[in-house]
C-alpha cells in the first residue's frame, strides 16, 4: 500500500514539473514572437507596404486578423500618400498571463515615424513610446496574435 501511494505521490510531482516546463516553454516562445509580430504590424514602409501588410498579416489570427485587414485597406492608400516609414522598436517585454496555448505580452515599443504631408516641403519625424498588450495564441505549433490593445 505504501508503495501504491509514494507511486501516485510521485506520479503527481513529475506531471507538475511537466506542466511547469510546458508553460515556461510557451511563455519564452510567445515572447519572441510577440516581440517579431509588433514590429511587423507596428511597422511598414510606404515604398514596400505591401510586402509589409503581408507578413503582418500572418502574424496573426481569428477577429484580429480580419480587424488588421480593415485597417490595412486604409493604411495602403494612406501610406503612399503620406510617404510614411514606421518603424517600431520593441524595448522590454514580459508575460502578464500565461498559459499552454495563451499567452498575454506587455511590450514598451518605440515607434519612429517619417512622413512627407502633401504641401510641406520638408518632412515630419515624431517618436511615440506606447504600451502594447499582445494576446498569443497558439495556432498549428505557431504562436500568433489574436488580440492587440494600445494602453
Given at each position: 500500500m505504501?508503495c501504491?501511494?509514494?507511486?501516485?505521490?510521485?506520479?503527481?510531482?513529475?506531471?507538475?514539473?511537466q506542466?511547469?516546463?510546458?508553460?515556461?516553454?510557451?511563455?519564452?516562445?510567445?515572447?519572441?514572437?510577440?516581440?517579431?509580430?509588433?514590429?511587423?504590424?507596428?511597422?511598414?514602409?510606404?515604398?514596400?507596404?505591401?510586402?509589409?501588410?503581408?507578413?503582418?498579416?500572418?502574424?496573426?489570427?481569428?477577429?484580429?486578423?480580419?480587424?488588421?485587414?480593415?485597417?490595412?485597406?486604409?493604411l495602403?492608400?494612406?501610406?503612399?500618400?503620406?510617404?510614411?516609414?514606421?518603424?517600431?522598436?520593441?524595448?522590454?517585454?514580459?508575460?502578464?498571463?500565461?498559459?499552454?496555448?495563451?499567452?498575454?505580452?506587455?511590450?514598451?515599443?518605440?515607434?519612429?515615424?517619417?512622413?512627407?504631408?502633401?504641401?510641406?516641403?520638408?518632412p515630419?519625424?515624431?517618436?511615440?513610446?506606447?504600451?502594447?498588450?499582445?494576446?498569443?495564441?497558439?495556432?498549428?505549433g505557431?504562436?500568433?496574435?489574436?488580440?492587440?490593445?494600445?494602453?
Amino acid at each position: 500500500m505504501l508503495c501504491v501511494v509514494a507511486a501516485a505521490v510521485l506520479g503527481g510531482l513529475l506531471l507538475q514539473r511537466q506542466g511547469r516546463e510546458a508553460t515556461e516553454s510557451a511563455r519564452t516562445a510567445a515572447i519572441s514572437a510577440a516581440r517579431a509580430a509588433a514590429s511587423d504590424i507596428l511597422g511598414y514602409d510606404y515604398r514596400s507596404v505591401e510586402a509589409s501588410i503581408r507578413r503582418a498579416r500572418a502574424s496573426t489570427t481569428g477577429a484580429f486578423r480580419t480587424e488588421y485587414d480593415k485597417t490595412a485597406k486604409t493604411l495602403l492608400p494612406q501610406s503612399k500618400q503620406l510617404k510614411a516609414i514606421v518603424q517600431a522598436t520593441v524595448g522590454s517585454a514580459a508575460a502578464i498571463d500565461t498559459r499552454r496555448d495563451r499567452v498575454v505580452v506587455l511590450l514598451f515599443v518605440d515607434q519612429a515615424t517619417v512622413k512627407q504631408v502633401p504641401g510641406e516641403k520638408t518632412p515630419t519625424t515624431r517618436i511615440d513610446q506606447s504600451r502594447v498588450r499582445l494576446t498569443m495564441t497558439r495556432v498549428d505549433g505557431r504562436w500568433l496574435v489574436s488580440e492587440l490593445a494600445a494602453l
